[in-house]
C-alpha cells in the first residue's frame, strides 16, 4: 500500500463508492436529499395542481392517495433526515475538533442503505395495484386490509430507512463523546453538535418502534395474526399508539438540528455570542425527553378516557415552555446586535418567525375540545407544513448558504441567494397560510376533490405551491455556479478561513476548503 494513501481522495466514482470520508459522506447525504426534495417536490406540485380548482382534473383519486403517501414518506425521510445527516458528517468532526466521524465505515453503510431503501420504495408505483395509499401515517387496518400488494416492499423499505438511522446515530454519539478536542467539556460544544448529540438518541429511542409496527403489520398481512385486526381480537387503535410514539419524536429528530442550524447562524451575523447558551442546551433536552410524553395528542378523536385526554393536552402545551425558552434566546441574540441580513440570516429570521406561528397552531390544537373540530382537516396540514417547510427546510437552506462558503472556499452570490429568499418566502406563505382557513372552514385532508367554497383559497395555495417549487431552481443555479467556479480553479469569490466576518468556532479556523482530513492533531482549546 502506497505511503499517500491516506492522503487525499481516491479518484473516479470508486471515490464516492468506497469513501469513508465524512466530508465525502456529508455531500452524499446533502446531494441525495436534493434529489429526494425534487421527486418529493414534484409529487406536491401534481397534487396541488389537481386541487387547484374543484372537480377530478388530472389524476385518478387513488393516484391521487400515492402521490400523498409519497410525498410525506419522501419529504420526511429522504429529504429533511438525510439533509441534516449530510450537516452532521461535514460539521461535527469540524466543530468539535476531530479528525473524521467514529466510525468511518460504518458511516459509509449508513448512507448507501438509503439509495437502496428509496428505489424499492419509489417502484412500489410501478407494482401491480400501486403504491400505497394509505397516507405517509399508513394507519391499520386500511394499510393491512385494504392495502395494495407492494405494502410489503413499503414495509421492507421502512425496515431499512430505519436501519440507516440507527447506525448514523450512534456513529454521531460515538463521535462526540469520544473524539472531542482536549478542553472541549460538553457545556464548550457549539449548539449544533449539541442538537445532533440529543437528536441521535431520540433516534435510537424511536426507529426501533418505528420497525416494530412495520413488522407486526407484516405479520398481520401474511402471518395470519390480529395486531390491528379487531376481528381477530387485535386493536387498530393499539397501531395508532405505537407509530405515533414513534411519530411525534420524529417530528423533533426533524426540527432539533435546524434549531442548532439557527442558533450558530444567529449569533454570527449579530455579530453577538448566543444568548442563554446554558438555557439553550437545558431547552433542547427538555425538548427532548417532553417530545416522548406527548403521542396520543394525534389521537384525540379515537375514544381515549379523558384522563388520557387531559394528560396528554397539558403536557403538549407544556412544551412550549422550552421552545419558548429557544425563540426568547434568538430574538435577545440579536437585540442590539449590529445586524447584517445576508441569505443565511434571512433564512434564520424567517425561520424564527414562521416556526413560532406553527407552534401558535399547534398550541390551538394541543386543546383537546377545539382538536376535535381541526382533526383531520387542513388546518392539520397547514400546521405541521408551517413546522416543517419554514422550520427545518428553512433550517437546511441557511445552513447550505452559511457553510457553503467553507465547504468550497467560494462565496456564492448574493444577489441570487436574497432572490430566493424572498421567492422561497412568499411561495411558502402563499402555499400554507390559506390552508388554515379552509381547515377551519372544514376542509378534510387527503382528498383529491373538494365543495365550491373551497376554491378561491386552494387556487391562491396551488399558485403559491408553484411559485415556492419553481423557486427552488434558482437554489440549483447558485450551487452549480459555486462548483463550477471550484472546479476551475478561478480565484474570484475565494474565500478565506472565517468566510463571515466575526464568526466563531474551531471549523472557521481550518482553510477553506477544508483538507481531506481536517484535525491530524486535535486543537487545543482555550
Do not use: C
Not at 387498530?236 to 442548532?260: K, M, N
Not at 446586535?337 to 413560532?356: D, H, K, N, Q, Y
Not at 468566510?499 to 479556523?509: D, Q
Request: aromatic residues 18%; glycine residues 8%.
Amino acid at each position: 500500500m502506497s505511503a499517500d494513501h491516506h492522503h487525499g481522495p481516491a479518484s473516479g466514482i470508486t471515490r464516492w463508492l468506497f469513501t469513508t470520508n465524512h466530508k465525502d459522506i456529508g455531500t452524499l447525504y446533502l446531494f441525495f436529499a436534493m434529489m429526494m426534495a425534487f421527486l418529493g417536490g414534484a409529487m406536491a406540485m401534481l397534487i396541488r395542481a389537481e386541487l387547484f380548482e374543484p372537480g377530478l382534473q388530472l389524476v385518478e383519486p387513488n393516484f391521487f392517495n400515492q402521490m400523498t403517501t409519497m410525498h410525506g414518506l419522501i419529504m420526511v425521510f429522504g429529504f429533511v433526515m438525510p439533509a441534516f445527516v449530510g450537516f452532521a458528517n461535514w460539521q461535527l468532526p469540524m466543530m468539535i475538533g476531530a479528525p473524521d466521524m467514529a466510525l468511518p465505515r460504518l458511516n459509509n453503510w449508513s448512507f448507501w442503505i438509503l439509495p437502496f431503501a428509496f428505489s424499492i420504495l419509489v417502484s412500489t408505483l410501478f407494482m401491480e395495484g400501486g403504491g400505497p395509499n394509505f397516507g405517509w401515517t399508513f394507519y391499520a387496518p386500511l394499510s393491512t386490509t385494504y392495502a395494495p400488494p407492494s405494502v410489503t416492499y413499503f414495509i421492507f423499505a421502512v425496515h431499512l430507512l430505519g436501519m440507516s438511522s440507527i447506525l448514523g446515530a450512534i456513529n454521531i454519539i460515538a463521535t462526540i463523546m469520544n473524539l472531542r478536542a482536549p478542553g472541549m467539556d460538553y457545556m464548550k460544544m457549539p449548539m449544533f453538535v449539541w442538537t445532533w448529540f440529543i437528536t441521535a438518541f431520540l433516534l435510537l429511542l424511536v426507529m426501533p418502534v418505528l420497525a416494530g409496527a412495520v413488522t407486526m403489520m407484516l405479520m398481520d398481512i401474511h402471518f395470519g395474526t390480529s395486531f390491528f385486526q379487531a376481528a381477530g381480537g387485535g386493536d387498530p387503535v393499539l397501531f395508532q399508539h405505537v407509530f405515533w410514539f414513534f411519530g411525534h419524536p420524529e417530528v423533533y429528530i426533524i426540527i432539533l438540528p435546524a434549531f442548532g442550524i439557527v442558533s450558530q447562524i444567529i449569533p454570527t451575523f449579530s455579530r453577538k455570542p448566543l444568548f442563554g447558551y446554558t438555557s439553550m442546551v437545558y431547552a433542547t433536552a427538555a425538548i427532548a425527553i417532553m417530545s416522548t410524553l406527548v403521542w396520543a395528542h394525534h389521537m384525540f378523536t379515537v375514544g381515549m378516557p379523558l384522563v388520557g385526554e387531559l394528560f396528554f393536552m397539558y403536557t403538549t402545551m407544556l412544551i412550549a415552555v422550552p421552545t419558548g425558552v429557544k425563540i426568547f434566546n434568538w430574538i435577545s441574540t440579536m437585540w442590539r446586535g449590529s445586524m447584517t441580513f445576508e441569505a443565511p440570516m434571512l433564512f434564520s429570521i424567517a425561520f424564527v418567525v414562521l416556526f413560532s406561528i406553527g407552534g401558535f397552531s399547534g398550541l390551538m390544537m394541543a386543546i383537546a375540545p377545539a382538536d376535535f373540530q381541526y382533526h383531520d382537516t387542513y388546518f392539520i396540514v397547514a400546521h405541521f407544513h408551517y413546522v416543517l417547510v419554514p422550520g427545518a427546510v428553512f433550517g437546511v437552506f441557511a445552513g447550505v448558504y452559511y457553510w457553503l462558503p467553507k465547504w468550497t472556499g467560494r462565496m456564492y452570490d448574493e444577489r441570487l441567494g436574497q432572490l430566493h429568499f424572498w421567492l422561497t418566502f412568499i411561495g411558502a406563505n402563499l402555499t400554507f397560510f390559506p390552508q388554515h382557513f379552509v381547515g377551519l372552514a372544514g376542509m378534510p385532508r387527503r382528498i383529491p376533490d373538494y365543495a365550491l367554497q373551497f376554491a378561491d383559497f386552494n387556487a391562491i395555495s396551488s399558485v403559491g405551491a408553484f411559485l415556492f417549487g419553481t423557486s427552488q431552481l434558482v437554489f440549483v443555479v447558485i450551487l452549480v455556479r459555486v462548483l463550477k467556479d471550484k472546479a476551475s480553479g478561478r480565484l474570484e469569490g475565494a474565500v478565506g478561513e472565517r468566510a463571515w466576518e466575526g464568526v466563531e468556532g474551531l471549523e472557521w479556523t481550518l482553510p477553506s476548503p477544508p483538507p481531506y482530513h481536517s484535525f491530524t492533531t486535535p486543537p487545543s482549546i482555550r
